[in-house]
């Protein structure tokens, strides 16, 4: 089982900046993909950035589009969500999600989990 920690939410003012982060321990392989979601209050968990293993095909929710990045280092055990132009409505709890296998924007198809971290933006 593959262990993933979140670090890095917290409050912030719209129009501004923070960078997660998500640490991956126990991967057999370095194929693995990885992925950003959130979780809004009242709402469903939802898809919000995915890069690959190799960290050269990235893909993004619309509505984050142009305002979040999704990076990984080198050796591939850390993978960042850079997210600037903050709005109220990025306001959730993010989780980090990993896979053996392609980058993906389904939920379903994630098997490792983070404890998630709280991301609150205010007006």
């Known amino acids: 089982q593959v262990q993933l920690v979140e670090s890095g939410g917290g409050l912030v003012q719209a129009g501004g900046s923070l960078r997660l982060s998500c640490a991956a321990s126990g991967r057999t392989s370095s194929f693995y993909a990885m992925g950003w979601f959130r979780q809004a209050p009242g709402k469903e968990r939802e898809f919000v950035a995915s890069i690959s293993w190799s960290g050269r095909t990235t893909n993004y929710a619309d509505s984050v589009k142009g305002r979040f990045a999704i990076s990984r280092d080198n050796a591939g055990d850390t993978v960042y969500l850079q997210m600037n132009s903050l709005r109220p409505e990025d306001t959730a709890v993010y989780y980090c999600?990993?896979?053996?296998?392609?980058?993906?924007?389904?939920?379903?198809?994630?098997?490792?989990w983070g404890q998630g971290t709280q991301v609150t933006v205010s007006s």
């Open positions: 999600a990993g896979r053996y296998g392609p980058s993906s924007s389904r939920e379903s198809e994630y098997r490792d």
